[in-house]
């Protein structure tokens, strides 16, 4: 199974920018795939997360800036990201569940230890 993020850069406060998780080895129809982001000395957090049939939720300082999506035809999870901050600067990371708690209880979907697989990263640097 493999997990590749790609679509990370360096941008100015206030563009957008789209990261993309393609994923390879399993079939997400089942799968709740999240975005985590990890900045420098901060613990990993869930920015937003998606379940199997396309219930979602979001890092509260990120709603209604970012929009977490997934075509399964493409077995791929998207992040759109806009209005960055500079305080969004960290390194992405896909990951996918199938746990049952993290598809039906969404809460579950915050913490990265039900998740199966994950992403190496894709950095992304918001410059004021």
């Known amino acids: 199974v493999q997990l590749q993020a790609s679509g990370g850069g360096q941008v100015q406060a206030g563009d957008s920018l789209r990261v993309s998780c393609a994923i390879q080895g399993l079939i997400i129809n089942r799968y709740a795939l999240g975005w985590f982001r990890q900045a420098p000395g901060k613990e990993r957090e869930l920015v937003a997360s998606i379940n199997w049939i396309g219930r979602t939720k979001y890092l509260s300082s990120v709603k209604g800036r970012f929009t977490i999506s997934r075509d399964n035809a493409k077995n791929t999870v998207y992040l759109q990201m806009n209005s960055l901050k500079p305080e969004d600067t960290a390194v992405y990371y896909c990951?996918?569940?199938?746990?049952?708690?993290?598809?039906?209880?969404?809460?579950?979907?915050?913490?990265?230890?039900?998740?199966?697989?994950w992403g190496q990263g894709t950095l992304v640097t918001v410059s004021s």
């Open positions: 990951a996918a569940s199938n746990s049952g708690a993290v598809n039906t209880i969404l809460v579950m979907s915050t913490y990265p230890r039900y998740y199966n697989y």
